[in-house]
């Protein structure tokens, strides 16, 4: 190429280079610009729905100290603290007592008898080691369990007889155990220390005469007849020296009436019944055996 003059143009290197760093910045942003549209068409990719903010669930922003809720405290609590916790509210409400004692469950003759048996527990570890464990000193340590083994004995024995208790059955299973809880009790040198435990034997007696006289009317007695409960008292009778002969005497009355020996119900076994039964219309039965009663 010629221009008018004659003189032909020569390119510089700086125009030269200039160029080409445009033309290299122009496809540059051609790819820039290709690279950062959205992929509207393409099938690989899927746009994430990020969570709303009301599904994330938010931390405390400050942690502090609360007291537990209700049904986390009481589990909490024993059998002691939870007794006292119910025991302090109805004294200080006397109108839940009432509540208290609707909802509940009846006391079975297994827990109950556990119960005494704790407080006879308590009763024997209370002994002074070594010394005369029937002397008055060793009476004065134990006098407080012993009243309160008695006291509740005392407290616990209307509950498991009629008409509280409809159930012959349960109610001479309680006597049984009741009255060996008796057995075990100390005996005493002086013989004035001994009144509350011959008082025992003395209420437990009446109560095995009330129970026996209602069992013989229920049933046509049949509790008494196949129990086993003429020689199971009978020990008891042993046992005590002779303190439950009433009681004896009443279930051998009650069982003479409802047939005697000779009924057929007695099967082969009536002769060895009737001789049982007439011990205990002696009060001989059971004596010449020697029966070690409780640890002392």
Same mark, same amino acid.
């Given at each position: 190429m010629t221009l008018a003059d004659g003189k032909i143009p020569v390119s510089t290197p700086s125009s030269s280079y200039t160029s080409r760093k445009r033309k290299a910045d122009d496809d540059g942003n051609d790819y820039d610009g290709r690279m950062s549209a959205s992929p509207t068409n393409s099938p690989a990719f899927t746009p994430r729905q990020l969570p709303s903010a009301r599904n994330i669930k938010r931390t405390r922003p400050n942690v502090s100290?609360?007291?537990?809720a209700l049904p986390r405290l009481l589990e909490t609590l024993d059998t002691d603290a939870l007794r006292s916790v119910v025991r302090t509210m109805c004294e200080r409400h006397p109108q839940l007592a009432d509540e208290v004692a609707q909802t509940s469950p009846r006391p079975s003759v297994t827990s109950t008898l556990q119960v005494l048996r704790n407080y006879q527990a308590t009763l024997q570890s209370s002994f002074p080691l070594g010394g005369n464990t029937a002397s008055d000193y060793a009476y004065n340590r134990v006098r407080q369990p012993l009243t309160n083994l008695l006291e509740a004995l005392s407290d616990f024995t209307p509950n498991f007889l009629p008409p509280n208790e409809s159930q012959a059955s349960i109610s001479l299973s309680y006597l049984d155990g009741a009255t060996d809880i008796i057995h075990a009790l100390p005996r005493w040198s002086t013989p004035q220390n001994n009144i509350e435990r011959d008082s025992a034997y003395d209420e437990i007696c009446k109560a095995w005469i009330l129970v026996i006289r209602e069992a013989a009317k229920r049933g046509g007695g049949i509790q008494l007849q196949?129990?086993?409960w003429d020689q199971k008292l009978a020990k008891h009778n042993h046992? &005590?020296?002779?303190?439950?002969?009433?009681?004896?005497n009443e279930l051998? &009355? &009650?069982?003479?009436?409802?047939g005697g020996p000779d009924s057929p119900s007695h099967g082969a076994?009536?002769?060895d019944l009737g001789s049982i039964r007439d011990q205990?219309? &002696?009060?001989?039965?059971?004596?010449?055996?020697?029966?070690?009663v409780g640890p002392w």
């Open positions: 100290g609360r007291p537990l196949y129990g086993g046992n &005590s020296g002779g303190k439950m002969q009433a009681a004896v051998g &009355s &009650s069982l003479g009436w409802m076994g009536g002769s205990l219309l &002696s009060g001989t039965y059971g004596m010449g055996t020697p029966v070690k």
